[in-house]
């Protein structure tokens, strides 16, 4: 039995290659592999190869068995993507020559390998590609929107991994003695005195009040608790930090907790919603593999196949 790959991000950035116009007829001794009734010639899958071979997998490869093992799972990753396209045309999906053209003005150029083929080539490369991702796209909208306690049981998961780092700008004031730092915060507090004011009288060193960004998990404990629940313009309590007394005045919060929690539902929401269309597409793909017979030429590949 044959154990492709599946999609992975690199080889449906260069999905199916043939050869302009029509898919390309191979002939019997040309044909590598065979999906179904379709053919995959030698020449296309060179191709593959050199879009998906990156520089060095040679060298690195772990000799020539190591080399024909990646080309057996870049083999069996070109047959899956045959296999796709074979299903999209199934389903009656198709690609207009407006959408083939707008494609060709953007990402195909920009590859070298893809931009040095004819414009029948391309053409075709490019057809099939969206003819795949057409298919993705109907097998997503198929899926039923993930409910509210889908997304929250995945943030729990996720946690530690989804979580944003809370970021603070804040301004510092040293002072000598505990009670100088209590008396000006009193006076900062009741409205007598501006911070600005306070850093002017009482900087003890030249660059003091310069507003800085921070981490959130890079401040002390005590720091953390002085800060958390002043709003942008509040000054905190004193606060003993390394045998020193300060004042901290928050310019603004870079991430407040409203914030990151509306932007911790929309990381699970993005994740989520991707890997639940990375599972329906590989289902798919293993119930056509079950249903539709696909035969490699073994005898006619330039290296040993690796099962």
Known sequence: MRTGLGLTPLLLAAVVIGCGG???IASPNDTVAQVGELAVPRSEFDLYLSLNLLPGDEGDAGGSEGLDRVKSRLLDALIDEKTLFVEAQRRGLSVSDFEIDAYLGTDVEDEPVVGSLSDNRRRHLVHQRMMVQKLQEAIANELPPADAGEVRAYIEQSR???????????????????DSATQVA??????????????????????????????WDTLAPDVQQALDGLERGQVSRPVDFNGDTFLFQIDSWLTKPAQMDEELLRRAGIELERGRRRQASEELLLTLREKTPIRI???????RYKR
């Open 297 to 303: 030429h073994e005898e006619r590949l330039t290296f």
């Open 22 to 24: 029509p898919a390309p």
């Open 160 to 178: 530690g991994r989804l979580v944003p780092r809370r970021r603070v700008r804040l301004r510092a004031l040293r002072f000598e003695s505990p």
């Open 186 to 215: 009193s006076r900062i507090h009741a409205g007598r005195m501006s911070f600005a004011e306070a850093v002017v009288n009482y900087e003890t060193n030249p660059g003091q009040g310069v507003a800085l960004d921070l981490s």
